[in-house]
């Protein structure tokens, strides 16, 4: 297990942008950069042994400054969106920017995967750790209180990315603190995601309007195109005439987890059949957006001079019902004051 450092590059307004490699005995690798605290390359073997980037990202920090796709991100301080880019909280009126449509999409335009974190790494036996952390101030992105937080991500022995937050704020204020990776299990650079295998551990989805706002739904999976509760290609059902899926172009769906407890629990499963990688998620969050990349326009060059296509990698943000302070549901994205916002989210690796 190791952890090494080089020279990204320098962000526009001068700022020298580190990269952090963590290194485990299997031959898994984890890049990490210390602007937007973002996930940049994560190579893992394939049933060959061959070290393969599971990840869609940029190789210059231009390309997170300017990115509309958020690759690799860390997205504070709410992930997804708030209906109309406005909310209430302790009776008092709180305005974000409307960067997505009428509504305010992952707390931008200048969301937490645009500022400078301080690293800090870790070797324990067995894993490497490297631990970003910034002060977000009172009224930034539009959010009242002074947030502190923290996202740390370690690599295990066992071929495992765990992801954990901590945030605390001196006022009650939102927080959905998320990770918005696109992954293609056979490669980064190999085209699209169609025919890899997802299985998600939900029931139910949430059912938005077309600016994509949850309307409050958790929909039955059952009987529609949204069933992934057993393996199914992504591509299978994507094009069928189903309004949600036609509102959103393609999967773009909170999925709610069955959960029986609160802990971390596993609650999906990838399989890419040509290199045999095989990625299970486990989270203490109750859902995740379900993201499949209809947004990537094929016109960017990503890694290696690459341009991503559209689909070319999915997301699961595993997060909480996107716009929950405009909802009626059990665990909403308020944190009081004095309380800790905690959470864990693990990518493990494996072949088939
Ligand atoms: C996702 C969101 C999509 C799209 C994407 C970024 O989290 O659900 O609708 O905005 O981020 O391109």
Redesign the pocket.
């Known amino acids: 297990m190791s952890v090494h450092t080089k020279k990204f590059g320098i962000t526009k307004d001068g700022r020298e942008v580190t990269s952090y490699i963590l290194t485990n005995e299997n031959g898994m690798e984890a890049e990490f950069i210390d602007y937007g605290a973002c996930l940049v390359k994560l190579y893992v073997p394939d049933r060959n042994g061959k070290k393969t980037d599971v990840v869609l990202g940029y190789d210059t920090v231009e390309g997170y400054e300017n990115t509309?796709?958020?690759y690799g991100a860390f997205v504070g301080r709410n992930g997804?969106r708030i209906g109309g880019g406005a909310f209430s909280l302790n009776g008092k009126e709180y305005k974000l920017s409307q960067n997505?449509g009428d509504n305010n999409?992952?707390s931008g335009p200048e969301g937490f995967e645009r500022k400078m974190y301080e690293a800090e790494t870790f070797e324990e036996e067995g894993e490497t750790t490297i631990e970003f952390s910034r002060l977000s101030p009172d009224m930034e992105q539009g959010f009242p209180g002074n947030l502190d937080v923290t996202v740390t991500y370690t690599l295990t022995g066992d071929n495992g990315l765990v992801i954990e937050y901590f945030a605390v704020c001196d006022q009650d204020t939102l927080v959905n603190l998320t990770n918005?990776s696109y992954f293609n299990l056979s490669g980064h650079d190999s085209g699209n995601i169609l025919e890899q295998k997802l299985k998600l551990k939900a029931s139910r989805f949430a059912v938005t309007n077309q600016g994509?706002i949850p309307t409050g739904e958790l929909r039955f999976v059952e009987g529609t195109p949204m069933d992934f509760r057993d393996f199914k290609p992504i591509g299978r059902d994507i094009e069928a005439d189903y309004e949600p899926l036609r509102f959103a172009g393609g999967y773009?769906h909170h999925f709610e987890f069955d959960k029986e407890e609160d802990g971390v629990c596993l609650v999906a499963e990838a399989l890419s059949e040509e290199t045999g990688i095989f990625m299970e998620v486990y989270t203490d969050r109750p859902g995740t957006?379900f993201?499949a990349g209809n947004?990537i326009d094929g016109t960017k060059a990503g890694k290696g001079g690459f341009v991503y296509e559209k689909r070319g990698g999915f997301?699961l943000?595993t997060q909480l019902i996107p716009d929950s302070v405009h909802l009626d549901c059990e665990k909403n994205c308020v944190l009081k004051h004095g309380e800790e916002f905690d959470s864990t989210t693990v990518y493990k690796f494996t072949v088939k």
Do not use: G, I, P, R
């Open positions: 509309d796709t958020y997804n997505d999409l992952h918005h994509l773009d957006q993201y947004f997301c943000e």
